[in-house]
């Protein structure tokens, strides 16, 4: 039963597969028809495409040859266009360019700019393809003419926008020079130029830089006259503030008035100046009898007034040389912003060089006259000091200039320096030779004499500019081999310093002594004496001593010894006076006619003497107080001994039938003249 219903499956799945198999082969019998179908079809569209491109190719390439005969043409009319531009350009472009070029704006100088470029373009286009055209000689006479135009309007902008800076503009710019914001400062007056203007004439200077006609002539002609009147006018400023300021160019003013109103008033002049003298040396002596302090010999007003004047035009020259330096200077800060961007970089150097030459002959001329009356008046021992001050204010301001300049070089102004730093040195030794040839005798008094005072006013002058003194002296082989002989030098300046110093006052020593030898020995004595006193306290006072010390460690004890040498020689002056208290022996008791004699003789030498020293030392000047004191008490412990021995012993003793006649004066008497010694109101 099992196997008929196994069989029965079977053939029932086997007649499925015979119909799936039979389905199978129609469904390929279809697919067969339609692929012979779409094969059909497409081969029908092949062979209609084939057809479609035969057509159409030839097509394409006629079109092709069209389009690149299209492209040619158009070409070719543009660059019939552009040269028929170039032969039209003069036409175009003859009243634009023959009416000049507009400055008032920048785009109204454009315009003219681009009409120049054009022609420029037809100029290269003509020489490159037909130099022989006769267009290109009108493009080029145009083209000169528009170039000619341009400089000149450029010119003309240039002239109307300079003008000198004002001196109050230089004045409140040197005043600001140490400022750091100087740069931004705006002054009302300073001549500054416009932003329009400036931008249009910087277009204008680089068209014509860019043409190969950079516009240096017309900044040299136009920019050098306006700084050499700035400063002109700059110094003519200084000059009247400085004659409306000072006293002393006033009166100087007065002095050299016409030869007919100094006859008018010489009568008066002179009881004025009679009367002044009168009062002049009473308060010297006042002044010197109360403070200690040394006037000097007396001098009268019109020499005072000389000396004073001197020292005045020297100090003034230096001032002028000074500002003028600065003023030199923002100048040429001035000038280097107004040509920055007129110009290409490489030619502003001697543009800057050549608009500064006046300026820079102006500066040394008034350098070197600054420094030939420092010269001058160190050679006659007066200040000497100004051109210092001068190498010291161009030393400060050579940085800035050198900013200033840049990209030009600072030769002119370096030479200058370097000038005026010889003539610094030179001026050192002009004083030591001053003091060397000085011939004015000494005070008559004995008192201090001008040339220590001028000496040690020197010093101290000369140590506010020792950082100035120092380098300058360091270029001296001299002076380098001395310091390198110093020991322990820890400031090479003050050490150069110091040398000079050294130099200077034993150069001043031997002129004392010197001068001293027209004295006698007391008032030799007393002369060296005040002059020693007043060298050494000024060097204490001014600080100078220590800066001394460097060079010569031991002066001031050879000053306190010299000082100690000059009292001992005072005091021997008065051993002829003590040698008529000394008896030659001893009297008897009982005196004999030759023993009165003795004491007569003694008495009346010793009277005629001390009366003939008393006249004379009166006159003697000691301005230090506590040297006249000291000199008071050593000339009665001189003195006083000796007499009142001699006076006690002898004084009673009846040698004469008129005592009084020789018995003059006693020891009491004699103390109080000595008090009244070296005191002009006694």
């Given at each position: 039963m099992y196997a008929v219903e196994k069989k029965f499956e079977i053939e029932m799945k086997l007649r499925k597969e015979m119909s799936n198999i039979q389905e199978l082969k129609a469904a390929a019998k279809r697919s067969s028809s339609l692929a012979n179908d779409v094969c059909n079809v497409l081969g029908a569209c092949e062979q209609r495409l084939q057809q479609l491109e035969t057509a159409v190719l030839p097509l394409y390439g006629d079109t092709a040859r069209l389009q690149h005969i299209h492209q040619n043409m158009e070409r070719t009319v543009r660059s019939l266009d552009h040269v028929i531009n170039y032969y039209m350009v003069t036409r175009e472009l003859a009243d634009l360019i023959q009416a000049g070029p507009h400055t008032t704006t920048t785009e109204s100088l454009n315009i003219y700019l681009e009409a120049l470029d054009k022609l420029a373009d037809a100029q290269g286009y003509f020489n490159k393809n037909n130099p022989q055209s006769i267009e290109l000689e009108n493009i080029n006479q145009l083209y000169n003419t528009g170039v000619s135009k341009l400089e000149n309007a450029f010119e003309e902008l240039l002239s109307r926008n300079t003008r000198p800076l004002s001196p109050t503009t230089l004045m409140d710019m040197i005043a600001l020079e140490e400022d750091s914001s100087v740069d931004s400062v705006s002054v009302s007056g300073s001549g500054s130029t416009s932003v329009t203007a400036l931008e249009t004439m910087r277009a204008a200077a680089a068209w014509l830089s860019a043409a190969g006609v950079p516009p240096a002539s017309q900044l040299l002609a136009i920019r050098a006259p306006a700084a050499k009147n700035s400063l002109i006018?700059?110094?003519?400023?200084?000059?009247?503030?400085?004659?409306?300021?000072?006293?002393?160019?006033?009166?100087?003013?007065?002095?050299?008035?016409?030869?007919?109103?100094?006859?008018?008033?010489?009568?008066?002049?002179?009881?004025?100046?009679?009367?002044?003298?009168?009062?002049?040396?009473?308060?010297?002596?006042?002044?010197?009898?109360?403070?200690?302090?040394?006037?000097?010999?007396?001098?009268?007003?019109?020499e005072a007034y000389t000396e004073e004047s001197n020292e005045s035009l020297d100090e003034w020259e230096a001032e002028l040389a000074g500002n003028v330096a600065a003023a030199v200077c923002r100048l040429a800060r001035h000038e280097q912003r107004h040509v920055l961007g007129l110009l290409p970089l490489p030619r502003l150097p001697p543009l800057l060089a050549g608009v500064l030459s006046h300026c820079f002959t102006i500066l040394a001329t008034d350098v070197e006259r600054a420094c030939s009356r420092s010269r001058r008046a160190a050679s006659r021992c007066g200040g000497g000091a100004g051109c210092w001050a001068v190498l010291r204010r161009l030393q400060r301001l050579q940085p800035e200039l050198e900013r200033a300049l840049a990209p030009a070089s600072p030769a002119p102004y370096t030479a200058i320096l370097n000038n005026c730093q010889q003539n610094c040195v030179k001026s050192l030794e002009d004083w030591v030779e001053g003091i060397r040839s000085d011939t004015a005798a000494g005070p008559v008094d004995g008192t201090v004499h001008q040339l220590a005072a001028a000496a040690l006013a020197h010093c101290h002058a000369l140590a506010a500019h020792i950082h100035t003194i120092g380098p300058a002296l360091a270029t001296e082989p001299s002076y380098v081999r001395a310091v390198s002989q110093l020991s322990g030098v820890h400031d090479r300046n003050a050490a150069m310093l110091a040398i000079y110093m050294r130099k200077v006052l034993a150069q001043l020593n031997f002129a004392l002594r010197n001068k001293s030898e027209q004295y006698p020995d007391a008032l030799k004595a007393i002369f060296l004496l005040n002059n020693t006193l007043y060298l050494l306290q000024g060097l204490q006072r001014s600080g100078l001593l220590d800066v001394l010390m460097l060079a010569e460690p031991e002066c001031e004890a050879n000053y306190r010894d010299m000082i100690q040498e000059h009292k001992s020689a005072y005091l021997q002056s008065w051993n002829k006076l003590l040698q008529h208290t000394v008896l030659d022996e001893q009297l008897p008791a009982k005196l004999r006619d030759k023993d009165r004699q003795i004491l007569k003789d003694k008495f009346a030498s010793f009277n005629r003497e001390w009366e003939e020293c008393s006249r004379v030392q009166r006159t003697y000047s000691v301005p230090d107080a506590e040297l006249r004191e000291a000199l008071k008490r050593d000339n009665k412990q001189a003195i006083l001994p000796h007499y009142t021995t001699f006076y006690d012993h002898y004084a009673d003793l009846p040698f004469s039938k008129n005592p009084d006649k020789y018995v003059k004066y006693s020891p009491v008497q004699i103390a109080t003249q000595l008090d009244g010694y070296f005191d002009e109101a006694a």
């Open positions: 006018a700059f110094k003519d400023y200084l000059r009247s503030r400085s004659m409306a300021a000072s006293p002393l160019m006033r009166a100087k003013n007065l002095l050299h008035r016409s030869d007919s109103t100094q006859r008018r008033t010489s009568k008066l002049q002179k009881v004025i100046e009679k009367r002044a003298n009168k009062i002049m040396m009473k308060a010297s002596q006042t002044l010197e009898q109360s403070t200690g302090l040394a006037i000097g010999p007396r001098k009268s007003v019109s």
